[in-house]
């Protein structure tokens, strides 16, 4: 089976920016979370989703979003884009009847 | 929130010694998995652990859920220069407020020279 990927690898916005990444996840694998990851924080808990329904939060601001698609394919959007948000961002996906996640290669994310 | 207490920070050992690292929470996890991360890469899965007490091994890397439910060791033997990385645990909390989240440690930087 072909793996989490994830498009683009790399991106570079200016402040107050919008960016939109997307995830594709393993066949069959129906749950998607998301990560921030900073040198700083580590690894942060963004969402979860599970049949294009969000069940799950982090505490971050109200300008990072998600959905997810029927095919379970998954986007998250950041808006009016901050330095802090460079970061690299993480996709993992989950099939049924585990915790076992199963991480893409990330987005590099560079705000200027 | 929920921390993981991940030791050591970093190691700088010679290729052929063995290394051990573990993570230890006030919170009881329902499961426990370490992942090893290259720069620039995503984690990369190494060994997942479901139960209380469980020890499973992946090559020269064993792995161990504490009883208490609470902690857990990475036993890596043998060391070789593609060894070199970044460790990571990661728990999952029960409950389902937990979906999908995993909480990580900090990280341990390892270092191998040949």
């Known amino acids: 089976k072909a793996g989490v990927t994830q498009t683009p690898r790399y991106l570079i916005k200016t402040r107050g920016q919008q960016v939109t990444l997307s995830c594709s996840p393993i066949?069959?694998?129906?749950?998607v979370s998301w990560y921030q990851q900073t040198p700083g924080q580590g690894l942060q808990f963004l969402f979860e989703?599970?049949?294009?329904?969000?069940?799950n939060k982090g505490n971050f601001p109200g300008r990072f979003s998600g959905r997810q698609f029927s095919n379970s394919r998954s986007e998250m959007n950041v808006s009016t884009l901050e330095l802090g948000d460079s970061a690299l961002y993480l996709c993992?996906?989950?099939?049924?009847?585990?915790?076992?996640?199963?991480f893409g290669p990330g987005t590099r994310l560079t705000v200027l | 929130g929920q921390q993981l207490n991940q030791s050591p920070q970093s190691m700088f050992i010679q290729e052929g010694e063995d290394v051990s690292m573990n993570c230890t929470s006030s919170s009881i996890f329902n499961t426990w998995l370490w992942y090893k991360q290259d720069p620039g890469e995503g984690p990369v899965l190494l060994i997942a652990l479901y139960k209380a007490g469980e020890l499973t091994s992946n090559g020269r890397l064993t792995a161990q859920f504490g009883i208490t439910r609470k902690d857990s060791f990475l036993n890596i033997s043998a060391s070789i220069p593609s060894d070199v990385g970044i460790y990571f645990c990661a728990g999952q909390l029960l409950g389902g407020t937990s979906y999908g989240k995993l909480t990580f440690g900090q990280g341990t930087i390892l270092t191998v020279h040949p």
């Open positions: 066949s069959g694998h129906r749950s």
């Open positions: 989703y599970f049949s294009e329904t969000q069940r």
């Open positions: 993992a996906s989950t099939p049924e009847g585990t915790d076992t996640q199963y």
